[in-house]
C-alpha cells in the first residue's frame, strides 16, 4: 500500500491510490438507506468513518493473505494479486480515470508479493546439513560430502534446492520435531534466523512507511490552499441587500444567521477534495447551445459579479437535522451567460460536472426564471473553501444541493431530461427537487431541564425562494400559536423565529410548523429524505421543573 501511495503521489493523481480509488467505488456502490444512515449518523465525518472503516478491511485482508500464504506461498501471492487487481479496477472506473492510474495498484501488488516472498524467506529455517538423498544412496562419495562438504551445503541459497525443498524443512521447526528427534544443535544451521527475520520485517515496514509518507507529501504538491489563499476576487457590482438588524434572534444557543465556512455542512462524494488550480481551471458550456463557449477562471471574474445571502439546505437532511446553511455568495449570474450561448428550443436541463466526475442535474427553467442562479467563486467574502468547491460552483436558490449546487464545476451541458441522468437521479432521487418547507426548533435543546416560568423557544425556518410567512409552535397538543418571525434580507435564506413560552411543571413536547409564502404549510406526515426530501413536524422533548 505504502509504495502504491509513492506512485500515486509520483503521478500526482489522488485517484490513481488504491486504498482512495476503492473508498470512492466504495461510495458509489452504496445503496442509497446507508448512504442516509452514514450522513444521519456520522454527518460530516462520514470520510472519517469511511477511511477508518477501509483500514480496518484492509488489515483483515492482509492477515487472510498472511494465513493463506502459510500453507503455499503461492495462495498469500494471488491473494495479493487479487488484492492489485481489486485497487486497479475500482482506479480505472472512477469517472476521471486515465489507464495510467492502474499503475499504482500493479506497483503495490508486485512489491507486496515482493515483500511476502522476502518474509517467507526469512522465517524459512535455514537448512539442516545433511547430505543430499541422491548422494546418500550413492556408495561414491562426492568429493562436497565428506567432512568439509557440509560447510559447501550450509552456503547454499536459503529454501533450500529442489529435492529437500521447503516442506521437508518444516520438520525442523519446533513443533514438527517429533519428541524424541535431537534438538538440534544450537548454531547448527537449523531453526529460524531472528535477526533476519527482524530486519527483513524492518526493511519492509521501511519502505511501506517511506513510500506512504512520501507518497502523500508528493500529493500535497497538488494543494492549492495557498494558491486560494493568494486569490483577490473583483469586488461586485451589485452588493447583497442589508441583512436586517433583527435577522440574528437574541436567544442563547440559538443558530447563527450568517453560518461561518468553517461551520457550514459540508455533503459530497469526493473522499479527497479535489484541488482545482485556477489557473488551470475552465468551464466547458456545451450541449443544446448555439454557441458553445469555454471560460477560463480570468474570463469568469471579467463578467459582472454579484453578491447575494443564500440558504443552501441537504435532500438528506431529517426533519430536525442541520445540513443547511446560510452564505453570503459572491459570484457570476448563470441566466446571461446561458443567454449568451443561445440555449435551442427543447432543452429543459442542465447537467453539470464537477472535476471529479460527479454529475448533478438542475432543470433549466429554474435558472433563467430570473432567481439568482449563481457560478460562485466567494462565500463569506472569502474564496469560495475548497471543501466547498473551489474555484467555483453553483448556488441556484430554491433548489436542494444535490440537484444545484454542483462544487469543483468544469462543465455545464445544456440537454433534457429524456437524454441525461445525474449521480442521484440514477440512484432514485427525483429530478425535479425543490426545497420543501422546513422549520426546527433549536432552544431549547432536546430533554432540556429547564425551571418554570418565562422560557424563550426559538428556531431556524426555511422555504428558500418561497420565502417563510408563519411558523406556528405547540405545546403537548394544545393550540397551535403564532411565533414571532425575525426580518430577513429577502426569500432567498432561511428565516429565525423565536416565542415566548410560560412554562409548567412537567414533561413537555414542543412541536413547530412553517407556512411558505405560497401558502402551503408544512405536512406532519413524516416521510424519509428520497425521493425528493423529508416531510414532518419537529418536536422536542424537554423537562421542566
Ligand atoms: N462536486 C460535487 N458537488 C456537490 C456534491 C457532490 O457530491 N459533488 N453534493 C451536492 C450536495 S448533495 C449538496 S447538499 C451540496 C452541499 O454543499 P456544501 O458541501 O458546500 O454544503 O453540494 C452539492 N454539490
Ligand atoms: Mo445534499
Request: with cysteine.
Amino acid at each position: 500500500m505504502g509504495t502504491a501511495e509513492l506512485a500515486a503521489g509520483a503521478l500526482g493523481r489522488a485517484t490513481a491510490s488504491p486504498i482512495l480509488a476503492i473508498g470512492a467505488g466504495f461510495i458509489d456502490l452504496t445503496p442509497v438507506w446507508l448512504k442516509d444512515f452514514a450522513i444521519r449518523t456520522f454527518g460530516s465525518n462520514d470520510k472519517t468513518v469511511l477511511l477508518i472503516g477501509l483500514g480496518a478491511g484492509i488489515t483483515i485482508a492482509a492477515l487472510v493473505i498472511g494465513l493463506l500464504s502459510t500453507p503455499r506461498l503461492v495462495f498469500g501471492l494471488i491473494g495479493l494479486a487479487a488484492f492489485g487487481t481489486v485497487g486497479g479496477t475500482a482506479a480505472l472506473t472512477r469517472p476521471v480515470a486515465e489507464p495510467i492510474d492502474a499503475l499504482p495498484s500493479a506497483v503495490g501488488a508486485l512489491a507486496g508479493m515482493a515483500a511476502l516472498a522476502l518474509l517467507a524467506r526469512s522465517v524459512r529455517p535455514k537448512p539442516r546439513p545433511k547430505p543430499h538423498p541422491r548422494h546418500r544412496a550413492s556408495p561414491i562419495r562426492h568429493p562436497e560430502t565428506t567432512a568439509k562438504g557440509k560447510v559447501a551445503h550450509s552456503t547454499a541459497p536459503l529454501g533450500g534446492d529442489q529435492a529437500t525443498g521447503p516442506r521437508s524443512e518444516w520438520k525442523n521447526w519446533p513443533e514438527h520435531r517429533s519428541k524424541d528427534a535431537p534438538e538440534p544443535a544450537p548454531g547448527a544451521g537449523a531453526g529460524i534466523d531472528r535477526r533476519r527475520v527482524l530486519l527483513t520485517g524492518a526493511g519492509v515496514v521501511g519502505v511501506a512507511a517511506v513510500g506512504g509518507i512520501g507518497g502523500r507529501a508528493l500529493l500535497r504538491r497538488e494543494n492549492v490552499s495557498k494558491i486560494r489563499t493568494r486569490l483577490r476576487l473583483p469586488a461586485p457590482v451589485s452588493q447583497a441587500g442589508p441583512v436586517p438588524a433583527g435577522a440574528q434572534v437574541r436567544v442563547p444557543g440559538m443558530t447563527p444567521f450568517r453560518t461561518s465556512n468553517a461551520d457550514f455542512y459540508r455533503v459530497d462524494t469526493a473522499l479527497v477534495l479535489p484541488q482545482v488550480d485556477p489557473r488551470d481551471w475552465t468551464l466547458r458550456i456545451h450541449g443544446m447551445l448555439a454557441h458553445p463557449v469555454e471560460l477560463t477562471f480570468d474570463d469568469l471574474l471579467r463578467q459582472p459579479l454579484i453578491e447575494r445571502d443564500i440558504s443552501l439546505s441537504c435532500v438528506s437532511n431529517q426533519v430536525g437535522g442541520v445540513l443547511a446553511g446560510n452564505a453570503r455568495w459572491l459570484g457570476v449570474p448563470l441566466a446571461p451567460l446561458l443567454r449568451r450561448a443561445g440555449v435551442r428550443p427543447g432543452a429543459d436541463q442542465i447537467l453539470s460536472r464537477s472535476s471529479d466526475g460527479m454529475t448533478l442535474s438542475t432543470p433549466l427553467e429554474s435558472v433563467l426564471d430570473g432567481r439568482d442562479a449563481l457560478l460562485a467563486v466567494g462565500m463569506n467574502g472569502e474564496p469560495l473553501p475548497v471543501a466547498h468547491g473551489f474555484p467555483a460552483r453553483m448556488v441556484v436558490p430554491g433548489l436542494y444541493g444535490y440537484v444545484s449546487a454542483t462544487k469543483w464545476v468544469v462543465d455545464l451541458k445544456v440537454t433534457r431530461f429524456a437524454t441525461d441522468q445525474a449521480y442521484w437521479t440514477k440512484r432514485g432521487y427525483a429530478e425535479r427537487a425543490p426545497v420543501k418547507t422546513f422549520s426546527r426548533i433549536d432552544v431549547p435543546k432536546p430533554f432540556a431541564r429547564l425551571t418554570a416560568g418565562p422560557i424563550a423557544v426559538a428556531g431556524t425556518a426555511w422555504a428558500q425562494h418561497r420565502g417563510i410567512d408563519a411558523v406556528e409552535w405547540q405545546v403537548d397538543d394544545g393550540p397551535w400559536r403564532p411565533a414571532r418571525l425575525a426580518p430577513v434580507p429577502g426569500i432567498d435564506t432561511w428565516r429565525q423565529w423565536v416565542a415566548e413560552w410560560d412554562a409548567l411543571p412537567g414533561s413537555h413536547t414542543l412541536r413547530v410548523r412553517a407556512t411558505d409564502k405560497t401558502g402551503t404549510t408544512q405536512p406532519e406526515h413524516r416521510s424519509p429524505p428520497v425521493p425528493d426530501g423529508a416531510t414532518g413536524w419537529h418536536s422536542v422533548v424537554v423537562t421542566v421543573t
